[in-house]
């Protein structure tokens, strides 16, 4: 049973690091494309703002 848990939560948390990444992509790709000069700042802002 211990070992069902930790193979579930091993699971959620990688599949929540990967979306969480993909979806970073996906934001920092259309501050790209929109030639955004304060890219640097504009990236912490959404580090931050994850959590």
């Known amino acids: ?3 069902v848990l930790v ?3 091993t699971l ?3 599949c929540g690091v990967l979306l ?3 979806l970073f992509y996906i934001d920092v790709k259309q501050l790209q494309t ?3 000069d304060y ?3 504009t990236t912490t802002t959404l ?3 994850v959590g």
């Open 39 to 41: 890219f640097f700042e």
């Open 34 to 36: 929109n030639n955004y």
């Open 12 to 14: 959620c948390f990688l």
């Open 7 to 9: 193979i579930s939560f």
């Open 47 to 49: 580090v931050f703002n």
């Open 1 to 3: 049973m211990a070992l």
């Open 20 to 22: 969480s990444a993909v």
